[in-house]
């Protein structure tokens, strides 16, 4: 990056106000610069970030790819990106790993729209090539469990007695389905 000395504050201007989560990790995985968007993402001031661990503070906020993916970052001496689902956002983001010499930056990017967008003409494009009922099912809980980021999908459908039956069901072991009893 090369920017004049005089810019370094309207840089860091930039970065704070960005919507994107930008945050910097030492060696040890300690905080040493976070912006606000990075302290909503695990309810905290930014300014209290400093110093935490990402990995033993806030690991129920971040995939379990992210540690596979920063480790290859480091030992590849390169960007990695990815997208995962965030279980902070309840959505997906598309997450950029760039080491720096012992430190990581990160920036994270809300991509759920798009995720979403992507998903529902896939979803419309094999529901215009689906001839039956159970290919209709299959292809919404195909592209719902993917456009979620879920492991599986089922879809009940009440019956005329007032119960529900298990239509489909995409994910699960073999046979499970068939185990399941019918809901009251």
Known sequence: ????????PALGALLAAS???LFVLDEQGRFVYANDAAGALVGRPAAELLGLSLEADFAHAFSPRWLSESRRARAEGRRVDYDAFNPSLG????VQVAPHGGHLAVQLRDVSAARRSAA??????ALDHAGTVDEVVDVVLRGTRAAAGAAMAALVQPTRDGHLALRGEVGYPPNCGSALPVFH
């Open 1 to 8: 990056m090369t920017a004049a000395p005089d810019m370094l």
């Open 19 to 21: 919507d994107d989560a």
């Open 91 to 94: 959505g997906w983001v598309r």
């Open 120 to 125: 529902l003409q896939e979803i419309t494009a």
